[in-house]
């Protein structure tokens, strides 16, 4: 019932930035409540992270501490979008990138991005 689109992935080089985002549509007939827009990552081998979350309502924001001061998420809730800016980046950070939007109906994941930083 709710599609999320994501783009920006790619490949930068460390200290490089790049930009993600995520579009959430809905089928026809399905009313959209967001509680909660995030980021997950997982790299190769390990289990999928947290990176950020924001509310819809409020806005309020939380980081992972790997990408703390790096890492921007943001959204504009009239497109039922979220961006997740990322400065700095490091190897570490190569990984694929998944969004997520929870509601009333539970969640629902994006097909995920990849992000390869490497020199």
């Known amino acids: 019932q709710v599609q999320l689109v994501e783009s920006g992935g790619g490949l930068a080089q460390p200290g490089g930035s790049l930009r993600l985002s995520c579009a959430a549509s809905?089928?026809?007939?399905?009313?959209?409540?967001?509680?909660?827009m995030n980021w997950y990552r997982q790299a190769p081998g390990k289990e999928r992270e947290l990176v950020a979350a924001?509310?819809?309502?409020?806005?309020?924001?939380n980081y992972a501490d790997s990408v703390k001061g790096r890492f921007t998420i943001s959204t504009d809730n009239a497109k039922n979008t979220v961006y997740l800016q990322m400065n700095s980046l490091k190897p570490e950070d190569t990984a694929v990138y998944y969004c997520?939007?929870?509601?009333?109906?539970?969640?629902?994941w994006g097909q995920g991005t990849q992000v390869t930083v490497s020199s």
């Open positions: 924001i509310t819809s309502a409020g806005g309020s924001t």
């Open positions: 997520r939007v929870t509601g009333p109906y539970g969640g629902y």
């Open positions: 809905v089928v026809s007939g399905f009313t959209l409540t967001i509680y909660t």
